[in-house]
């Protein structure tokens, strides 16, 4: 079983996030199941949700305090709250920023996690681009598909023109691809590195 923690604050999509993740897992015949975590929280306040993906039914419901991947929809909460408790040293992490690992003062989260299994993508700005508006989730969707293969790009690209038809399905498809291609330019100038 995937298990994906998502964190964020109210409005960003964070709970979307979760439940496209999951229509993508049943548009490939899997079974999936997404909730958030929040209480009266309001337009901005941290907010977490939760995606599992399996083979099998999902009879879990609790939270995920043991995630095999990590999804930060806002950088500004990357020392506010323990966003990585719980995750082994074979984890993901894929953050909502431009900066790197090392400029965001993680630079021991790197050293205990496999460079493979880390990327940040400018989903924000990628949105704002293709959407117009600044909501990363779509965008670091396709990021997540790129750095776990969890689903494929073409899931979850039908999992979002289901959820949003019409042009603003297209454009949050958009989104989506150009993150991909961000996150697998990413990993392979990291690879070519390491091999240098």
Same mark, same amino acid.
């Given at each position: 079983?995937?298990?994906?923690?998502?964190?964020?604050?109210?409005? #960003?999509?964070?709970?979307?996030?979760?439940?496209?993740?999951?229509?993508?897992?049943?548009?490939?015949?899997?079974?999936? #199941?997404?909730?958030?975590?929040?209480?009266?929280?309001?337009?901005?306040?941290?907010?977490?949700?939760?995606?599992?993906?399996?083979?099998?039914?999902?009879?879990?419901?609790?939270?995920?305090?043991?995630?095999?991947? !990590?999804?930060? #929809?806002?950088?500004?909460?990357?020392? #506010? !709250?323990?966003?990585?408790?719980?995750?082994?040293?074979?984890?993901?992490?894929?953050?909502?920023?431009?900066?790197?690992?090392?400029?965001?003062?993680?630079?021991?989260?790197?050293?205990?996690?496999?460079?493979?299994?880390?990327?940040?993508?400018?989903?924000?700005?990628?949105?704002?681009?293709?959407?117009?508006?600044?909501?990363?989730?779509?965008?670091?969707?396709?990021?997540?598909?790129?750095?776990?293969?969890?689903?494929?790009?073409?899931?979850?690209?039908?999992?979002?023109?289901?959820?949003?038809?019409?042009?603003?399905?297209?454009?949050?498809?958009?989104?989506?691809?150009?993150?991909?291609?961000?996150?697998?330019?990413?990993?392979?100038?990291?690879?070519?590195?390491?091999?240098?």
């Amino acid at each position: 079983m995937l298990q994906v923690r998502f964190h964020g604050r109210g409005g #960003q999509g964070v709970v979307t996030a979760a439940e496209l993740l999951a229509l993508a897992a049943f548009v490939e015949g899997r079974h999936a #199941q997404a909730f958030p975590s929040f209480g009266s929280e309001r337009t901005g306040a941290p907010v977490v949700s939760f995606c599992r993906i399996d083979d099998a039914p999902i009879r879990t419901r609790e939270p995920i305090l043991e995630p095999d991947a !990590v999804i930060i #929809q806002d950088v500004t909460l990357v020392h #506010q !709250v323990d966003l990585f408790s719980g995750l082994e040293a074979d984890g993901y992490v894929l953050i909502n920023t431009s900066r790197s690992f090392e400029e965001l003062g993680l630079a021991a989260l790197v050293e205990r996690l496999r460079p493979e299994r880390l990327a940040t993508v400018p989903a924000t700005e990628l949105a704002r681009q293709h959407v117009g508006r600044p909501l990363p989730n779509a965008a670091l969707l396709g990021g997540m598909a790129a750095l776990t293969s969890a689903v494929s790009l073409g899931a979850l690209e039908g999992a979002i023109r289901e959820r949003f038809p019409g042009p603003i399905g297209d454009a949050n498809v958009a989104a989506a691809r150009a993150a991909h291609d961000h996150v697998r330019r990413e990993l392979g100038e990291r690879a070519h590195a390491a091999t240098a």
